[in-house]
């Protein structure tokens, strides 16, 4: 193990910050909920795996041999979190007109390729749901032979009453819970945070991916996706759950709910359960991604080097909720550049011997690292180095495979040239039209309707729609 400090990080199980320790060091087992492959994951999404990849670097870094699991959940993610309404899939393949199982193969290729341009390492394993349903069967039986669960003729649901430490993840209200409850009766469940661990298709409803079980034909309920996975992979005890802020309170609720009555050993299932804040999109609207938030193929047709994301989401801590905005992306690009500037030009032999003004620089990058993952200060400790003209080349270079390995900025091998991108043709920044509209605006008030329905034109082509309003007023929208 690297000498220095010990790496300490918030456990949302304890609510605090502790010295992180492996039950069998250096092994660590860390399970990362992964992406519901219904359609494109936008950057916001990507966020939550930006930081678990920053996590297991800085593990890997400090000597931890990292095994990482990110599952991919091809069915039975309804689209309420919260165990209502339809599968995803199943809705995606009827608006699309298409097979589900080819909606599924299609954005599970895409987000593979989003990692890949984030430089987000692969994880060891990458479950499928589909591909583990009998596992998954078998898990749902055990649960209903120790009674932990009832039959409805909807699936098989998990029984939260008989489990008195439900909802300690979330601090869960349940009593506040109960007295909510009423409107949910009618469904037949018996408390409103149970949850199906099996779904049963109603009589007539046709899916494109349903499975035989002891409960009829059906598909599995996502939380027991995920502990049946993660236990295939990691055994049934490991080391590191993560996923977003929004995991905490339905699905990380309802995986150790489930997991713990399935094991029940008096142990917690997993240690540490780590999360990941959002990042707002709203000041981002974008015209290509209609509906849904901005993806990173908008990034590069924008002109962005998609690890220009990567630093501007390293310049928020992983618990901070951050905005996105164009006006971010662009400073993120501005201080990219300066930092490759500078380490690009000092790319040498690196010197292995470590001078002292070397030994603190990286002394100071491995105390914000191990202190919950202080990305911020880190980069901060990246950006005096490379203003500090007591280090040599060779002692910049060797600092600098040591900053990357955890950064993974491209600090070893790209040059500022490579963040040059060309935008596409397509892509128009909000500046540009707005100028298109006030050009509109003034050749409406001077009644110059050929001009006006000109920039429309333009306007259209490039996905914006401009609405007029009583008074000469116009406004704009992305479509
Ligand atoms: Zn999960």
């Given at each position: 193990?690297?000498?220095?400090?010990?790496?300490?990080?918030?456990n949302?199980?304890?609510?605090?910050?502790?010295?992180?320790?492996?039950?069998?060091?250096?092994?660590?087992?860390?399970?990362?909920?992964?992406?519901?492959?219904?359609?494109?994951?936008?950057?916001?999404n990507?966020?939550?795996?930006?930081?678990?990849?920053?996590l297991?670097?800085?593990?890997?870094?400090?000597?931890?041999?990292?095994?990482?699991?990110?599952?991919?959940?091809?069915?039975?993610?309804?689209?309420?979190?919260?165990?209502?309404?339809?599968?995803?899939?199943?809705?995606?393949?009827?608006?699309?007109?298409?097979?589900?199982?080819?909606?599924?193969?299609?954005?599970?290729?895409?987000?593979?390729?989003?990692?890949?341009?984030l430089?987000?390492?692969?994880?060891?394993?990458?479950?499928?749901?589909?591909?583990?349903?009998?596992?998954?069967i078998?898990?749902?039986?055990?649960?209903?032979?120790?009674?932990?669960?009832?039959?409805?003729?909807s699936?098989?649901?998990f029984?939260?009453?008989?489990?008195?430490?439900?909802?300690?993840?979330?601090?869960?209200?349940?009593?506040?819970?109960?007295?909510?409850?009423?409107?949910?009766?009618a469904?037949?469940?018996?408390?409103?945070?149970?949850?199906?661990?099996?779904?049963?298709?109603?009589?007539?409803?046709?899916?494109?991916?349903?499975?035989?079980?002891?409960?009829?034909?059906?598909?599995?309920?996502?939380?027991?996706?995920?502990?049946?996975?993660?236990?295939?992979?990691?055994?049934?005890?490991f080391?590191?759950?993560?996923?977003?802020?929004?995991?905490?309170?339905?699905?990380?609720?309802?995986?150790?709910?489930?997991?713990?009555?399935?094991?029940?050993?008096?142990?917690?299932?997993?240690?540490?359960?780590l999360?990941?804040?959002?990042?707002?999109?709203?000041?981002?609207?974008?015209?290509?991604?209609?509906?849904?938030?901005?993806?990173?193929?908008?990034?590069?047709?924008?002109?962005?080097?998609?690890?220009?994301?990567?630093?501007?989401?390293?310049?928020?801590?992983?618990?901070?909720q951050?905005?996105?905005?164009?006006?971010?992306?662009?400073?993120?690009?501005?201080?990219?550049?300066?930092?490759?500037?500078?380490?690009?030009?000092?790319?040498?032999?690196?010197?292995?011997?470590?001078?002292?003004?070397?030994?603190?620089?990286?002394?100071?990058?491995?105390?914000?690292?191990?202190?919950?993952?202080?990305?911020?200060?880190a980069?901060?400790?990246?950006?005096?180095?490379?203003?500090?003209?007591?280090?040599?080349?060779?002692?910049?270079?060797?600092?600098?495979?040591?900053?990357?390995?955890?950064?993974?900025?491209?600090?070893?091998?790209?040059?500022?040239?490579d963040?040059?991108?060309?935008?596409?043709?397509?892509?128009?920044?909000?500046?540009?039209?707005?100028?298109?509209?006030?050009?509109?605006?003034?050749?409406?008030?001077?009644?110059d309707?050929?001009?006006?329905?000109?920039?429309?034109?333009?306007?259209?082509?490039?996905?914006?729609t401009?609405?007029?309003?009583?008074?000469?007023?116009?406004?704009?929208?992305?479509?």
């Amino acid at each position: 193990m690297r000498s220095g400090s010990a790496i300490r990080l918030y456990n949302t199980l304890t609510c605090q910050v502790a010295e992180f320790t492996a039950a069998s060091p250096p092994h660590v087992g860390m399970y990362t909920c992964g992406p519901t492959v219904y359609a494109d994951q936008h950057i916001g999404n990507m966020r939550a795996y930006v930081f678990a990849d920053t996590l297991k670097r800085v593990l890997s870094w400090k000597g931890f041999k990292v095994r990482h699991v990110i599952n991919i959940t091809d069915v039975g993610h309804l689209t309420s979190d919260a165990d209502e309404g339809e599968d995803k899939l199943e809705v995606a393949a009827r608006r699309l007109h298409k097979n589900a199982w080819a909606i599924a193969e299609r954005y599970t290729s895409e987000f593979k390729t989003d990692l890949e341009r984030l430089r987000i390492i692969e994880p060891d394993v990458w479950p499928e749901a589909t591909a583990h349903i009998p596992q998954m069967i078998s898990f749902a039986e055990a649960l209903e032979d120790h009674r932990w669960c009832y039959r409805l003729p909807s699936g098989l649901y998990f029984d939260t009453s008989k489990d008195s430490r439900y909802g300690k993840l979330a601090r869960l209200d349940l009593s506040r819970q109960l007295a909510g409850a009423r409107v949910e009766v009618a469904e037949g469940k018996q408390h409103p945070a149970d949850f199906a661990v099996w779904r049963t298709s109603a009589p007539g409803e046709n899916r494109q991916m349903e499975w035989e079980s002891p409960w009829g034909r059906g598909a599995p309920g996502w939380h027991l996706e995920c502990s049946v996975m993660s236990m295939e992979y990691l055994g049934p005890h490991f080391d590191i759950h993560t996923g977003g802020v929004d995991h905490i309170p339905v699905h990380h609720t309802n995986e150790i709910a489930q997991s713990e009555a399935y094991l029940a050993d008096g142990r917690p299932w997993v240690r540490w359960w780590l999360h990941g804040e959002f990042i707002n999109l709203s000041g981002a609207k974008i015209s290509k991604s209609a509906g849904g938030g901005v993806l990173v193929s908008d990034l590069i047709d924008r002109g962005y080097h998609p690890l220009v994301y990567r630093y501007l989401l390293l310049q928020a801590h992983y618990r901070s909720q951050t905005e996105f905005s164009w006006e971010a992306m662009a400073s993120a690009e501005a201080g990219l550049r300066r930092l490759l500037d500078r380490y690009a030009a000092a790319r040498s032999e690196p010197a292995d011997q470590l001078s002292a003004a070397r030994a603190g620089h990286l002394k100071s990058f491995d105390q914000a690292v191990s202190d919950d993952l202080n990305m911020p200060r880190a980069l901060a400790a990246v950006i005096a180095a490379s203003r500090d003209d007591r280090l040599s080349d060779a002692d910049l270079t060797a600092l600098a495979s040591q900053f990357d390995q955890v950064l993974a900025i491209g600090l070893t091998d790209l040059s500022p040239a490579d963040l040059d991108l060309k935008p596409s043709d397509t892509a128009i920044t909000e500046r540009e039209v707005e100028d298109l509209v006030a050009r509109r605006n003034a050749a409406r008030a001077a009644r110059d309707f050929a001009t006006s329905d000109q920039i429309r034109a333009e306007l259209t082509a490039a996905g914006v729609t401009v609405e007029d309003h009583a008074g000469g007023e116009s406004t704009w929208r992305w479509n």
